[in-house]
Structure formats: C-alpha cells, structure tokens
C-alpha cells in the first residue's frame, strides 16, 4: 500500500491514507468543447474550490478545470493541520502596507479558521475535526521562543487562549520524552482529514451551481476580454481567470513559476493502534508540530492511526526509502511504535515563496493568482478564497493588501535556484542542531 515514487504524473490520487479513506468518489467529467462563464478557475485544491464555493454563493456562474482529480495535489497530501494565522511574522510588511495593513492581515489569520469552522458546519462535512495544537519545544531556546510567541498573540488580540506547558505537563498531551515542554492552542489550532474536507467542499460547490471538470488540464491561456482557457478537450470563455494551482502548476505560466519553489513533504501512516496505546502516546488526540527549519508533524486519524510527516526539502524530489527514514524519525518520538507496521507512505509538493507570505496578484485586470502557502494552507486558503471573490465581486480592499506585499523571484533561474535553496536549508537544519 506504500504510494511511493507514484503520483507525479499520474491523473488519479497518489495511494495515500487520506485516498484509501476518502468518503467521496471523484465523478466530475472531463470538460469537452466550448462552455462559457462568469468566472473560470484552475487548480481543485483549497484555494480553486473554495474560491469556486464562495463565488457561486454570490450569484456568479462558475467553471473549475482540475489537471487530475479534485484534492490531488497538496490539498490531498498535506498532514491535515489546521492552524491559525497567515503567513510568517507580518509585521515585516509594515514599510509596504502600513499598520491597518499588517492589523488587517492578524484579523483575516483568525477569520480563516473561523471560516473552515463555519464551512464545515454549513455543510455538514464529515472530515475528522478536531480541535487542540501542541507546539514542542526540542531545545531549551524554543521554550523561550514560545513565552514570546504567546506574549505576541495576547498584544495582537487572538482571541484563541495558549498555554505555555512544562515536560510534566505536556505529557497530558504527547506520551513522549522527547521534548522539555511546548505551547498548547485549545479552539484556534487542530486537525482534519483534508482530502475529505476537499470533495465535501466541492460537493457543496456542485450543489449551488459550480461546474467542475477533473482531468482537465490547460495548456494555453488566451489573454483578453474574454480570456479563454484551452484544455486538451476543451476550453472556457470567461469574464474573469483565476490561477490556483500553486506548486503543480508548472511552468503554465512562467512569472508565476519564478517566485515559487515546489518543496517536497513526506508522511506515513501506519496500522490503527491499540485504544491504549493510541492513548498511551497521544492522550489527548491533538495535532503537534515541532518548531525546527525541517520539523516533525504528526497527529492520530480517526481510525488511531498515527500519522507521522516531515522530511522537507527543496530538492523536489521524494526520498528513496522514505519509509524507512520516516519510521526512523518517528520511533525516536515514539519508541513504543517500533514494531508497529506502516501501511501508507506518500509525499506531496509545497509551493514555498522567498518571504513566506500567500501570494496573491493580478496577471491582468480579469486575471488573478493565488500561491505560496508555504507549508501552512489548509486554513488560510479558507481566507483567501473570500478575498478573491470579494475583489471580482467589486471590493479588492482586503485582496489590495495582500497584492501590495510585492514577491521576488527566486535567483539562479530554473537552474541554480533549487541547489542554492538546497544550500540555505542545509545550513538552517545545521543551526536547529546546535
């Protein structure tokens, strides 16, 4: 059952837990002729379908084209963390959007996870969620890393409570030895299964009005008024483009493709636990996640698997044992699983951007963009769908923010860029050793 080597190419989801377990089947058609519409998207992860659902909602006829199948991507292969907040210390961009700005971008970090929230509700999506986030400190410094961190959400006003947790008392928590203590979000953190978040979306998408196309993959782009979309079988006119492919987009467009890096993310699954030992190690059934450059993630499923990631890297490529290396890292948290057997292991690409923040942007006046989640999406494409629909509807105030940001282009070119990224990274995991 391991989905290794396997997935890049092919047109049907990698053979991932989160596939294996999947309450939706993909049953959109492939898009055949001419159909015209108010708004066209590309990309059926989090960010196209639920920029799709918000649209519909607000009157607009809308077609998603996916190359494969709804979720195939990162949004089908992440490790199902939800987390609060948007991109990486915004108070950088303060010289480029001003203080309303950067307060602006605080209150849309809480709004995405209220959002999901309320979507999840809405829809009465059977995804597995759950609420509770532990940060783990490895290293002294990272507890006092924490204090701060803490210190900043109160001045920032999240309304989401963090606890700052001793060994003792994280082991309430994660049933490891590992860490000397953590950071604990009871409401405004947790997890999920995210492909099945994806297809309930999308099937709410369907319900009101959208029109969804799986293996349907663009080749071409027509600028103009209207733009037109051209897949292998087919093509949309329409008003307004919107590009959500992120890391799996290629080269489609090649100034999109400059300032994103796909970074590769490994997670294996292994067989359902025992009830004790599930709570033996996990009592508490929280998502956990630690704070180094190439971190640890993992958290239960709903069947008590455990559901171990990380392994980052910007090489872009998969590992060649990589279940063997992730069992290594996970038995080093969990000593008792050992001998437990894995069952799945995939690996998926991240679109990474050099300032760590979503990149949202205009191509054109009818054609806009959104990538770069940088590791942390499944919440803040949430948030953003809202604001793409918000600037096609005639409000860009809140899209304008993000635009304002400004992204460089990775250097080096399709060459160098990805070694001397490579480089970078070796030196940050260098300095998480010391």
């Given at each position: 059952?391991?989905?290794?080597?396997?997935?890049?190419?092919?047109?049907?989801?990698?053979?991932?837990?989160?596939?294996?377990?999947?309450?939706?089947?993909a049953?959109?058609?492939?898009?055949?002729?001419?159909?015209?519409?108010?708004?066209?998207?590309?990309?059926?992860?989090?960010?196209?379908?639920?920029?799709?659902?918000?649209?519909?909602?607000?009157?607009?006829?809308?077609?998603?084209?996916?190359?494969?199948?709804i979720?195939?991507?990162?949004?089908?292969?992440?490790?199902?963390?939800?987390?609060?907040?948007i991109?990486?210390?915004?108070?950088?961009?303060?010289?480029?959007?001003?203080?309303?700005?950067?307060?602006?971008?605080?209150?849309?970090?809480?709004?995405?996870?209220?959002?999901?929230?309320?979507?999840?509700?809405?829809?009465?999506?059977?995804?597995?969620?759950k609420?509770?986030y532990?940060?783990?400190?490895?290293?002294?410094?990272?507890m006092?890393?924490?204090?701060?961190?803490?210190?900043?959400?109160?001045?920032?006003?999240?309304?989401?409570e963090h606890?700052?947790?001793?060994?003792?008392?994280?082991?309430?928590?994660?049933?490891?030895?590992?860490?000397?203590?953590?950071?604990?979000?009871?409401?405004?953190?947790?997890?999920?299964?995210?492909?099945?978040?994806?297809?309930?979306?999308?099937?709410?998408?369907?319900?009101?009005?959208?029109?969804?196309?799986?293996?349907?993959?663009?080749?071409?782009?027509?600028?103009g008024?209207?733009?037109?979309?051209?897949?292998?079988?087919?093509?949309?006119?329409?008003?307004?483009?919107?590009?959500?492919?992120?890391?799996?987009?290629?080269?489609?467009?090649?100034?999109?493709?400059?300032?994103?890096?796909?970074?590769?993310?490994?997670?294996?699954?292994?067989?359902?636990?025992?009830?004790?030992?599930?709570?033996?190690?996990?009592?508490?059934?929280?998502?956990?996640?630690?704070?180094?450059?190439?971190?640890?993630?993992?958290?239960?499923?709903?069947?008590?698997?455990?559901?171990?990631?990380?392994?980052?890297?910007?090489?872009?490529?998969?590992?060649?044992?990589?279940?063997?290396?992730?069992?290594?890292?996970?038995?080093?948290v969990?000593?008792?699983?050992?001998?437990?057997?894995?069952?799945?292991?995939?690996?998926?690409?991240?679109?990474?951007?050099?300032?760590?923040?979503?990149?949202?942007?205009?191509?054109?006046?009818?054609?806009?963009?959104?990538?770069?989640?940088?590791?942390?999406?499944?919440?803040?494409?949430?948030?953003?769908?809202?604001?793409i629909a918000?600037?096609?509807?005639?409000?860009?105030?809140?899209?304008?923010?993000?635009?304002?940001?400004?992204?460089?282009?990775?250097?080096?070119?399709?060459?160098?860029?990805?070694?001397?990224?490579?480089i970078?990274?070796?030196?940050?995991?260098?300095?998480?050793?010391?």
């Amino acid at each position: 059952m391991f989905g290794l080597k396997h997935g890049a190419d092919t047109r049907e989801h990698t053979e991932s837990y989160y596939a294996a377990s999947a309450t939706k089947k993909a049953d959109s058609p492939t898009l055949e002729g001419e159909v015209e519409a108010d708004v066209v998207i590309v990309g059926g992860g989090f960010s196209g379908v639920n920029t799709a659902l918000e649209l519909v909602e607000k009157g607009f006829d809308v077609v998603l084209l996916e190359a494969n199948r709804i979720g195939w991507g990162a949004t089908g292969r992440n490790g199902g963390q939800v987390s609060c907040g948007i991109g990486h210390k915004v108070e950088k961009f303060e010289g480029k959007i001003g203080k309303e700005g950067v307060r602006a971008l605080y209150d849309m970090g809480f709004e995405s996870v209220e959002i999901l929230r309320e979507r999840i509700a809405k829809y009465s999506i059977d995804c597995d969620l759950k609420w509770g986030y532990c940060d783990v400190a490895i290293k002294p410094r990272h507890m006092k890393w924490f204090e701060e961190w803490k210190s900043w959400e109160k001045s920032i006003g999240n309304p989401h409570e963090h606890r700052i947790l001793d060994a003792r008392q994280l082991k309430q928590y994660v049933g490891s030895d590992k860490y000397l203590g953590g950071m604990y979000n009871p409401t405004g953190s947790g997890h999920l299964h995210p492909l099945n978040l994806c297809t309930g979306e999308a099937s709410a998408a369907v319900a009101n009005g959208v029109r969804i196309f799986e293996q349907s993959r663009v080749e071409e782009i027509k600028h103009g008024q209207p733009v037109s979309v051209l897949t292998e079988t087919g093509s949309v006119k329409a008003k307004y483009l919107v590009l959500c492919g992120n890391a799996y987009m290629k080269n489609l467009v090649p100034q999109l493709a400059s300032k994103i890096l796909p970074s590769n993310s490994s997670v294996i699954a292994t067989e359902p636990l025992s009830a004790d030992l599930a709570k033996q190690i996990m009592p508490s059934d929280v998502a956990v996640c630690d704070p180094r450059t190439a971190l640890d993630y993992f958290r239960l499923s709903a069947d008590n698997r455990m559901l171990f990631g990380g392994l980052s890297n910007y090489t872009g490529l998969e590992p060649s044992n990589l279940v063997g290396t992730m069992r290594k890292k996970m038995v080093s948290v969990f000593p008792e699983l050992e001998s437990v057997a894995i069952e799945y292991g995939w690996s998926g690409q991240m679109g990474i951007g050099i300032n760590r923040m979503p990149q949202l942007g205009r191509l054109a006046d009818n054609i806009l963009y959104i990538q770069a989640y940088s590791g942390h999406g499944v919440a803040p494409t949430h948030l953003i769908g809202r604001v793409i629909a918000e600037a096609i509807e005639g409000n860009p105030e809140r899209f304008d923010v993000f635009a304002r940001i400004g992204h460089w282009s990775f250097p080096g070119g399709k060459i160098f860029r990805r070694p001397g990224l490579a480089i970078g990274m070796m030196y940050y995991k260098l300095l998480d050793e010391l």
